[in-house]
């Protein structure tokens, strides 16, 4: 009763409403925050902590910035999310933190565009980012197991890499980039790999030209720490998985390299485990497996662990194996 009370008592105030709307449009640091609602930072401060005090929304420190959701557990979180359901749609006040939160996003959207195009040709580099991409890809093959692939689908294939080195044990392959730069080399490096049964096409994440059902495996590498919302991708992955299908996921864990963030348009730095786990089960998935790959040398201590995830379609006949969590 307490609990509730107190997040009760905290979400009472117009500027803390508005806060837990926005939020639930994705994560926001406290300058975002502080552009949409036109108001001070020690002001927009001082409504946040007073919230994550009540458990209505979580605090996340990552390098330099500071990032706010609503919280995904507990009674906190549900109170929130059903003080978000119960807002009026028509309110001119909340379409207009929308309408800025929406600014914000585009603008770093083209940032990150610009980013893509500048370095399409270099992109093999630097997204291994000390971690040898061939152990990588070794690593999602053991992970991926010896079970055969009719459908494969890779997310944000970036130069087809994922692409090629599934490609002798798949069937079919479809890759689905928005930069038209990555595509381009992505079909130049497939031709020249000799790769026949793959193909890449223009799309974008959030809305995929695929039907419910379509692909029995589905592949995201190192693509979510570049997104604004990983919860609705991991989500739409799920759509077009049929039942029994998986859903393979390569990311960075944790770290705290900042200019990753600005120099690279990283979104966030690194996926903490317990993140992934609750955003998998938001989009109706079971988490079958947990993997790391660290680098075997790490210069000047920036070298980066990565983290690789399996999950399951429900509805495979065969049924789901107990979660289990490895070191490579």
Known sequence: MEELLSGLRAAAESTRVRILFILAHGEANVSELTQILGQSQPRVSRHLKLMVEAGLISRHKEGNWVLFRLREEDMGGALARAIVDLLPGSDTVLAGDLARLEDIRSRRAEAASRYFAENATSWE???????????????????????????????GTG???????FAPVAQQSIGIDS??????IARVSLDAAGVRNAQV???????????????????IHQVLHFLEDPVRALAEAARIL????????????????????????????GIAAEHMAQWLSRAGLTLSQHD??????????????????????????VGTPALKDHAI
């Open 159 to 165: 130069t087809g890499a994922v692409l090629r080195r």
């Open 201 to 219: 096409r223009h799309g974008e994440i959030y809305a995929l030209p695929f039907p419910d059902g379509f692909a029995d495996f589905v592949t």
């Open 292 to 317: 790391v790959l660290a680098p075997p040398w790490r210069p000047q201590g920036k070298g980066l662990t990565v983290s690789l995830w399996l999950a399951t379609q429900p509805g495979s006949a």
């Open 179 to 184: 930069s038209r730069d990555m595509l381009a």
């Open 125 to 155: 580099q630097l997204r291994s980012l000390h971690v040898r991409e061939e152990d990588v890809e070794q690593a999602m093959v053991r992970l991926a197991g010896a079970a055969p692939i009719r459908l494969h689908v890779d997310l």
């Open 242 to 269: 049929e039942p029994g299908g998986r859903l393979l996921i390569v990311d960075f864990a944790p770290h705290d390299l900042d200019e990753l963030r600005t120099e690279h348009a990283h979104r966030r730095l």
